[in-house]
């Protein structure tokens, strides 16, 4: 049986004290409850005062992107053995965000260089996670064009297998996927729960298909696009979903409460 878990990804927003206040009140709330993974991911400026706030309590810190080299010239960006050193336990990797908001860039791809990911940068970033012990949390998730083309499954398995090339079965007892429909993220459409687990019932046959059915089993498969505390229960109710990746809802101690309280 997998223990259900939830994300919260706060994206561009907090600066440290109202990060600090938020964890706060989320100790609080959640004090009583281990049967949930729970998590925040913070913009790195908040990672080690978010650390330091959640020491000793069950509340994971993960970061919200990473760079695949260790080290090097790459100005701006942060590396796996960073994030590890600061106490991050996983890092989202895939967002639609970052792979260019709605599937496609908003600038030139050729002035975008390193930043655009794809599903080979993100290869890269869960080869690096892996190696040093950050949970991976790989989104995929198809476009309203793809889902309108009859395409959800297939642009789903491409990103499944691209992202995964090269990595053994042994590496994923610590990993997650998160399928996320780029229609639903931050726009307030929530995709149907039914159609969300079969989506999440296809993604664990492609794992089973690339790995073999006991590792599939074994990989906890989110939820994330407009989860709210009134939608999350029958969301995390449906058999292939673990829990959940959640963005706007997870700024408000209330709502992020009743969205961990509803995957108990
Ligand atoms: C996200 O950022 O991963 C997300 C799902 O956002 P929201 O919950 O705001 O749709």
Same mark, same amino acid.
């Given at each position: 049986m997998r223990?259900?878990?939830v994300?919260?990804?706060?994206k561009m ?9 938020l964890?706060?009140s989320?100790?609080k709330?959640?004090?009583?409850t @281990?049967?949930v993974d729970?998590a925040?991911c913070?913009?790195y400026t908040?990672i #080690?005062?978010?650390?330091q +706030?959640?020491?000793?309590t069950?509340?994971?810190?993960g ?8 080290s ?6 942060v590396?796996?053995p960073m994030?590890?050193d600061? $106490? ?12 260019? *908001?709605?599937?496609?860039l908003e600038?030139? +791809? =050729?002035d975008? $260089?390193?930043?655009?990911? %794809?599903?080979r940068?993100?290869n890269?970033?869960?080869q +690096?996670?892996?190696?040093h012990s950050?949970?991976p949390i790989?989104?995929?998730g198809?476009?309203?064009?793809e889902?309108?083309?009859?395409q959800t499954?297939s642009?789903?398995? %491409?990103?499944l *297998?691209?992202a995964?090339q090269g990595v053994d079965a042994?590496?994923l007892?610590s990993?997650?996927?998160a399928y996320?429909?780029v ?11 039914k159609e969300?687990? *079969?989506v999440c019932g296809m993604?664990r046959?492609?794992?089973a =298909?690339?790995?073999?059915?006991q590792t599939?089993?074994?990989? *906890?498969?989110?939820?994330g696009?407009?989860?709210k505390g ?7 109710s449906q058999p292939d979903?673990?829990?959940g990746?959640?963005g706007?809802?997870?700024l @408000?101690?209330n709502?992020?409460? #009743? ?5 108990v």
């Amino acid at each position: 049986m997998r223990k259900k878990l939830v994300v919260g990804n706060w994206k561009m927003n907090l600066v440290q004290p109202q990060a600090l206040s938020l964890v706060e009140s989320l100790v609080k709330k959640l004090s009583a409850t @281990d049967a949930v993974d729970v998590a925040v991911c913070p913009p790195y400026t908040s990672i #080690a005062a978010v650390v330091q +706030a959640l020491k000793g309590t069950q509340i994971s810190v993960g970061a919200q992107n990473v760079f695949w080299k260790d080290s090097g010239a790459f100005t701006g960006c942060v590396s796996a053995p960073m994030l590890a050193d600061a $106490g991050c336990k996983l890092c989202i990797v895939g967002h639609s965000e970052t792979r260019g *908001r709605f599937g496609k860039l908003e600038i030139d +791809a =050729d002035d975008v $260089g390193y930043f655009a990911e %794809t599903n080979r940068t993100v290869n890269q970033k869960i080869q +690096a996670l892996l190696y040093h012990s950050v949970m991976p949390i790989l989104c995929v998730g198809e476009t309203l064009a793809e889902r309108e083309a009859g395409q959800t499954d297939s642009v789903i398995q %491409t990103q499944l *297998r691209e992202a995964l090339q090269g990595v053994d079965a042994s590496e994923l007892g610590s990993f997650s996927v998160a399928y996320e429909p780029v229609w639903a993220i931050g726009t307030g459409q929530v995709c149907d729960a039914k159609e969300a687990s *079969r989506v999440c019932g296809m993604i664990r046959r492609t794992l089973a =298909d690339l790995y073999d059915q006991q590792t599939a089993e074994g990989i *906890r498969i989110l939820y994330g696009g407009s989860v709210k505390g009134s939608n999350s229960k029958e969301l995390f109710s449906q058999p292939d979903i673990d829990g959940g990746l959640v963005g706007g809802a997870s700024l @408000d101690p209330n709502d992020f409460t #009743a969205i961990v309280l509803s995957a108990v």
